[in-house]
């Protein structure tokens, strides 16, 4: 479990937590469906480390500061924030929970201890300990083909330098930032 | 004291000046070629008054400063850029007086000129030169001894867009069509959309003068905005870019001083727009008036004489005119 | 409180003043905008944000303002997605005017020209050697300009303010020029707006460098031998040579 504040947005913070070899990700599913959780579930495999969730993170408290939130609560946007995509749908699908899910992250705006409660007794799964990732402690669960694959980074694109991982990192950055605005 | 008259007519004014060596202005007197409201100035006409008021305007100069020709030790002239014939037509005057009275001569480049005069009036340094006229739209930096153009048009010049407009909306040319529009613009109040085309450094101004044309001309859309708004859209389009560029070239160059020469350089909407920009960036801004700004013989009197002191002189078989002239092919001797 | 969404909306305050935020730097005041260093999220970031101009009617600031931001992302995302290093975007909020984005470590191309030419002047402390190798280093980097700004334009990105302090070298490697600020950039498919650009920086480079233009010949060689379409790069400089000739022959009176 891991706690950052928003930079830009004073007062807010996100919390971050990873599990694996969860078993009633079904379970959770429904509930996610009836649109009771108060955190967003999040496919890890796409996301590189926690930079990518507080930039997405960062820009949903944006839009709804603005009063634009395009999909229904802050944490389907962050989740809509994540994905390159303008399709809501699609965003969801690939960056959201999936039934078949064993690993994902969980996040939290503004956690408090009730919440974690809430969390640790609805998912059967072992939680990740995170204590000693920092900022870019590369995600355990990344799958660098499948990220390269939703972000749409190309070879062309990742020939100008050769840091590699800095350098897919940074693609995705962009390609989430330039999201809506092409 | 070393005593140089200037001649200017390189478009619609004819001035004459004398200026002495410590920079006093002497003299400074002008007679401007007005047309008739639509029309602009041809330049057959144009050399045609300047022919017929050059002498006159000469007399009355020496008279007023009660100079005999004796007391002048140079005659400096505009060799360009301007119009052909106009600038001929001085030049002659010149060649004759220089002859008649055994005096040297010394050719002047009118952009020059005009910057030069900027800085003696006001005592600006080192300043970035935004220089808006009905010929020359210019950014100018110096650097390495010579009047280097950061920016400019690529296509028609600011002056001649304002000019060309007052003629589609018919309004009077006197004392010019840029101050007639400036009095309109002060009434206007709605913003119109124009095109805002800048390019690096560079500035265009056609597409904006189409499209104001298009829409002074569409009753059906006139019905919404007065002759006033257009006005006042078209300065606030025009200047802004003007601004913005100087701005960059500013900033690029590390200057703090601007100074705006050239007729448009008086609007003193243009001037408020430069005091704006500079006060955002701790810079400082010049500005001159119409005696000064607007093409006179003082200017071009100043700029002879810093070429003069320097020891240059023009011999007669080459004080030739030319209607392009650019400013950075002139070897600045006189700034380190 | 329950969730965010239903919080009030009006709650929310972003930091109106970058300059509040910890440790946040002001590394320059341009003509466009002011820039910042800060530190987001453990990545070193800049924050461009463009500033109201005072002298500019509102509306036609706000109209240029939100155009320029649109088209400088724009082109940055298409040069990145092209492989053409440029500052990877961050976080883009078009209404405070704000590009918040990578932060490029390593000197302009201007002042490692300066470097180049302090170190071939500098004739009593230095061989003849290290005097042409300095010289070769300012070969090589007009080869790679002439180069990169082909890739550029190819992609019908005009740069639009090209000049060598809008030029980086990332890690101060001379093989990786990360080109910056496309806030004046614009899509253009036609020669004459190429031409331009290349004008705009013969003219920043000559009056920067002095003795340049043998230098600047570099680029122009590298631009169209190393165009992924030479032909339309030597249209493009067959345009220059007009462009430049209109410059003078435009020039007429007042």
Redesign the interface.
């Known amino acids: 479990m891991k706690t ?1 504040p928003i ?6 913070e996100i919390t971050i937590l990873l599990y694996k070899d969860v078993l009633n990700t079904k379970d959770i599913m429904t509930e996610l469906l009836k649109g009771q959780l ?1 955190w967003a579930i999040i496919n890890c495999k796409p996301i590189i480390n ?2 990518q969730l ?2 997405a993170a ?2 949903a ?2 839009t ?4 634009k ?1 395009t999909t ?4 389907t946007e962050l989740i809509f924030r994540l994905s390159p995509n303008t399709n809501i749908r699609e965003s969801l699908k690939n960056f959201g929970l999936q039934n078949e899910d064993k690993e994902f992250y969980i996040v939290l ?2 956690g408090k201890q009730e919440k974690f409660d809430q969390i640790k007794s609805m998912v059967q799964g072992e939680q990740i300990d995170q204590s000693s990732h ?3 402690t590369l995600n355990p669960f990344f799958d660098k083909e499948l990220s390269r694959k939703l972000y749409g980074i ?1 070879d ?6 050769n840091e590699d991982i800095d350098l897919l990192k ?2 995705i ?2 390609t989430m ?2 999201k809506g ?2 | 004291m070393v005593l140089v008259m200037g001649f200017e007519g390189s478009a619609n004014k004819l001035g004459i000046g004398i200026v002495g060596d410590d920079g006093t202005i002497i003299s400074n007197i002008r007679h401007t070629y007005i047309t008739p409201p639509g029309e602009g100035f041809l330049p057959k006409d144009t050399a045609k008054h300047h022919r017929s008021h050059i002498i006159a305007l000469v007399q009355r100069a020496l008279k007023e400063s009660n100079l005999s020709y004796k007391d002048i030790d140079c005659l400096a002239y505009t060799k360009g850029p301007g119009m052909g014939p106009p600038l001929r037509s001085v030049a002659v005057t010149v060649r004759m007086l220089s002859q008649l009275w055994n005096k040297p001569i010394v050719a002047v480049n009118h952009c020059i000129a005009h910057i030069e005069m900027g800085r003696l009036i006001t005592g600006a340094q080192d300043p970035t030169v935004l220089y808006v006229s009905g010929g020359n739209t210019q950014v100018i930096s110096y650097s390495l001894n010579k009047y280097r153009i950061f920016g400019e048009t690529i296509d028609i010049a600011v002056g001649n867009c304002l000019d060309r407009f007052a003629r589609v909306i018919q309004i009077p040319n006197d004392p010019s069509p840029g101050y007639n529009i400036e009095q309109l613009a002060r009434k206007g109040k709605n913003l119109v959309e124009l095109p805002y085309l800048t390019k690096g450094m560079d500035v265009s101004f056609s597409g904006i003068l189409s499209s104001i044309e298009l829409l002074a001309k569409d009753k059906e859309k006139m019905k919404q905005y007065t002759v006033e708004d257009l006005c006042y859209s078209l300065q606030e389009t025009l200047f802004s870019m003007l601004v913005e560029t100087a701005e960059r070239a500013m900033a690029h160059c590390g200057q703090k001083e601007i100074l705006a020469v050239g007729g448009v350089g008086c609007n003193e909407r243009l001037q408020q727009m430069i005091n704006q920009m500079v006060s955002q960036r701790d810079g400082k801004s010049f500005a001159i008036d119409e005696r000064y700004c607007i093409d006179n013989g003082a200017m071009i009197a100043w700029a002879g004489y810093l070429m003069y002191k320097d020891g240059v002189t023009t011999p007669l078989d080459e004080t030739t005119t030319t209607q392009r002239f650019r400013t950075d092919q002139v070897e600045v001797t006189w700034r380190d | ?5 239903t919080t009030n ?1 009006n709650e ?4 109106e003043n970058i300059t509040s ?1 910890p440790n946040s730097v002001l590394l320059s005041q341009g003509a466009e905008a002011k820039t910042y260093k ?1 530190d ?4 070193k970031c800049i924050v461009k944000e463009r500033f109201v101009k005072a002298y500019r009617h509102p509306t036609l600031d706000q109209k240029i303002s939100g155009k320029r931001i ?1 088209q400088e ?2 082109s ?2 298409k040069c ?6 440029v500052p ?8 405070s005017n704000r590009i ?1 984005m ?1 932060y490029i470590d390593g000197i302009t191309v201007k002042q490692y020209l300066y470097n180049c030419f302090d170190q071939s002047k500098e004739t009593s402390t230095t061989t003849t050697q290290t005097q042409t190798e300095a010289h070769q280093q300012q070969i090589d980097i007009c080869a790679e300009i002439g180069k990169q700004i082909a890739r550029i334009h190819d992609l019908n990105i005009v740069h639009g303010d090209l000049t060598t302090s809008n030029m980086l070298l ?1 890690n101060n490697s001379k093989s ?1 020029i990360v080109f910056i600020d496309f806030g004046l950039s614009y899509t253009s498919t036609m020669t004459e707006d190429k031409a331009v650009d290349m004008y705009v920086l013969e003219r920043a480079f000559i009056s920067t460098h002095p003795n340049s233009e043998l230098l600047f010949k570099e680029i122009l060689d590298s631009y169209q031998k190393n165009s992924p379409s030479p032909k339309v790069a030597k249209a493009i400089l067959d345009k220059l040579d007009q462009v430049r000739l209109r410059g003078r022959k435009k020039l007429a009176f007042g």
Do not use: C
Request: no cysteine; hydrophobic share 45%; glycine share 4%.
């Open positions: 950052y930079v830009l947005y004073p007062g807010y108060e926690h930079q507080l930039l960062t820009k408290v944006a709804l500061a603005t009063g939130l229904n609560n802050i944490h705006f503004n920092s900022l870019d190309n062309k694109e990742l020939k100008a330098t940074n693609s950055f962009n930032a330039i605005l092409l | 409180m329950t969730t965010l969404a909306n929310i305050k972003s930091i935020l800060i987001l999220y453990g990545i649109l992302v724009r940055l995302n990145k997605k092209n492989g053409i290093d990877a975007l961050l976080l883009v909020d078009v209404p918040y990578e990332r990786n």
